[in-house]
């Protein structure tokens, strides 16, 4: 599956939301986006998101998002979630 390598950071089986960090490479008129983790709190994904941007000296823009998601609700957005803001009592 899509997310099979995509590292679980202290997530609760049975929250009803999740953080993903996703990190996004431009580049010769191309985005990349590639899901870097799933985390169980902001605070968490948001520390792993910082840690994959201050190891990054590529030639190219290099940026993570942290996106929270419902957990079992499917999305009728052309665009998914998206980041949505989240709130810091959860951090």
């Known amino acids: 599956m899509i997310l099979d390598d995509v590292p679980l950071v202290d997530t609760d089986s049975h929250a009803n939301r999740v953080f993903v960090v996703s990190s996004y490479a431009e580049g010769f008129g191309q985005v990349i986006r590639k899901f870097e ?14 840690f994959l941007e201050a190891r990054e000296h590529g030639d190219f823009p290099y940026q993570c998002e942290v996106d929270e998601v419902p957990v079992g609700v499917l999305s009728d957005e052309r665009d998914g979630y998206g980041a949505q803001p989240t709130d810091s009592a959860d951090t």
């Open 37 to 50: 983790a799933i985390a169980g709190t902001v605070a968490l994904a948001q520390a792993r998101a910082d």
